[in-house]
């Protein structure tokens, strides 16, 4: 072991981890790190705000599956990071990000932008730690990647006051590695169990949520559903799980982000096999509707999530991967793959008749063609970030995802603002690959200064807006008040000029009033992008009274035909 500064052994770790982008800003308290950063491999990407700084992070870890750094100075960096940190809680993502802290003695003396930063992370971090000693410099490092990645991801934080900062440690770089991460695989009675609820069931589905796509088990989980043939339904959070142009996908569930074919399959199965889905309200809706008449089978990694939202007939406690991996080799042990049966060609059925329309030729422009547009232009390995918002809904509702890691949306936390430094982060981690961020007016304008960051390092990806003008999401949810208060964006000539504020930025944009244009636009978008290295905006006008589903949609299916009671009581293999 040799003697070295602290710091220089902690971002040793970062390198070792498989960090090689962090995204920041520096400053008095916590330039120590960012010293030792200098002679690394590391790239650094100084953001514009400490929240973007956690979401372009997020981004990063979401597409990689590794963990994004997020770094701060003291005082309101830390506590600019508390949404990010709420947000990659919330969905599941790990990350750790560090701040700079006040020197050990002055905390006490209400020194300049000291705050207890490890109490106000503590509620939305797995671990919020203060590093109290030189020495322990890259052990608190190597657990926090460990915390960060085991059973249920999630952040951490770790706080530096300067002083220790400054310290010295002993550390051998060529001895160390990563702590191992434990991927536990469910007992093999829960199994057997599981397959054996499977095999009686008549009209089965599998729900993927999140947990597969952040354990890496698509391909599991298609093996699983093709030899069973088992309709496989995705969450918002699961969506590229399992290609929506497969034979077997059975659309989505939920009160907003769905598709009514995929209520109306989920109302007619009778036994729901979930991996990696926590049952979030935007889901389920009302809970006796979407528990009627079927059992379910959770699966998950982490154990307090079984019950927590209603109890379960089976409950399996192990990682994604590892689990279904399990259930395919206990089917294939049992029997050889199945002809697909009654039970899936409903579903295909329901599929056909039950669609949502998505050509209109109206203008101002319907929303669904906007999607109708981005689903036939961009290529099925586009990465696709999103926020939250009527259009985030009509996402849902309408955006096709053929492969994992390529639809990134903050699902539970909904930050507006979220998608512009999530695009960066994501396209840093795959310079090569296509990334779209599909934002609100008012949400791109939440972060919008992150928009100088990827001119600033010429970040290249497409922005598309769909622009109404106002809070629609607010405006529909105040309907039931027989209100509209405190909704409108719009003033002067048309509000903020949103070609004008990206030119400011050295960044080239262009607004699309006819659906007829919206194909021509994107392609401008996509090659301007790439050609010029730099972020390109479309800013789409649509509708401003568009809205979308809201309420119990699993309670309000009344333009399908269910199956008769005696279809239903056919064997799903036959």
Known sequence: MKRMPCMEAVVAVLESEGVDTVFGIPGAAILPLYAAMRKSSIRHITVRHEEGGTHAADGWARVTGNVGVCLGTSGPAGTNMITGLYTALADSIPMICVTGQ??????HQESFQAVDIVEIARPVTKWAVQLKEPAQAPWVFREAFRVARSGRPGPVLIDLPIDVQRGTCLYDEELDEPFPVDMPAPPPTFVRAAMSML???????????????????ACELRTLAEHLQVPVQVTLMGKGAFPEDHPLFAGMAGTQTQTRWGNAAFLESDLVLAVGARFGDRHTGDLETYRRGRRFIHVDIEPTQIGRVFEPDLGVVGHARPALLAMVDEARRTGPPRKAGRWPRRVAELRGTLSRRDDFDDVPIKPPRVFKEINEFFGRDTTFVTAIGLYQIWSGQFQKTYLPRRYLVCGQAGPLGWEIPAAIGVKCAHPDRQVVAVVGDYSFQFLM???????????????????????????????????????????GEGGIDH?????AFGCPARKVEAPGDLAGALAWASGTAERERLPVLVEVMVEREANAAMGPSLDAITEYEPLPEMALAVDWSD
């Open 449 to 491: 200064e992150e928009i100088a960051v990827a001119a600033q390092y010429r970040i290249p990806f497409v922005i598309v807006m769909i622009n109404n003008e106002y809070l629609g999401l607010i405006r529909q949810a105040e309907m039931p008040y027989d209100m509209n208060y405190a909704v409108d964006l719009h003033y």
């Open 499 to 503: 070609v004008k504020l990206m030119e």
């Open 102 to 107: 006040a020197p050990r003695g002055k905390l």
């Open 199 to 217: 095999a009686e069931a008549r009209r089965p589905m599998i729900l993927a949520g999140g947990g597969v796509v952040i354990a890496d088990a």
